[in-house]
């Protein structure tokens, strides 16, 4: 499992991500990507007021997407810094649906 403090990216982290990032899209989320030298995945998920007005569902979205990385455990060793957007109407999907749309997304990256 990862631990989740210690990949977590820093303001400057996402500032570079952000700018200097390729991204990869989903159905209701996209990711922007950068290759690190830390030998680990490290990642922060950003979810917009427009997404919700209210912060309970925003950290719940934020909360599902941090755990499914958790558990599944197979991108420990990725070296990647990773900014997960979320877009549309993610807030009615299930968590099973967002779990398929988030893995197929970062193995776009990983094989690229």
Not at 43 to 56: D, L, P
Not at 95 to 105: D, G, H, N, Q, S
């Amino acid at each position: 499992m990862i631990s989740l403090k210690r990949n977590r990216l820093k303001n400057e982290d996402i500032r570079k991500v952000l700018s200097l990032g390729k991204s990869v899209s989903g159905n209701f989320l996209s990711v922007k990507f950068i290759r690190n030298n830390i030998g680990r995945l490290r990642f922060t998920i950003i979810v917009s007021n427009k997404i919700s007005g209210k912060s309970v569902e925003r950290n719940l979205l934020r909360r599902r997407i941090r755990e499914i990385i958790r558990q599944s455990g197979k991108y420990n060793e990725t070296n990647f810094d990773l900014v997960i957007l979320t877009t549309g109407n993610i807030l009615n999907k299930s968590r099973e649906e967002i779990k398929r749309v988030l893995e197929a997304t970062i193995n776009k990256i990983l094989s690229q």
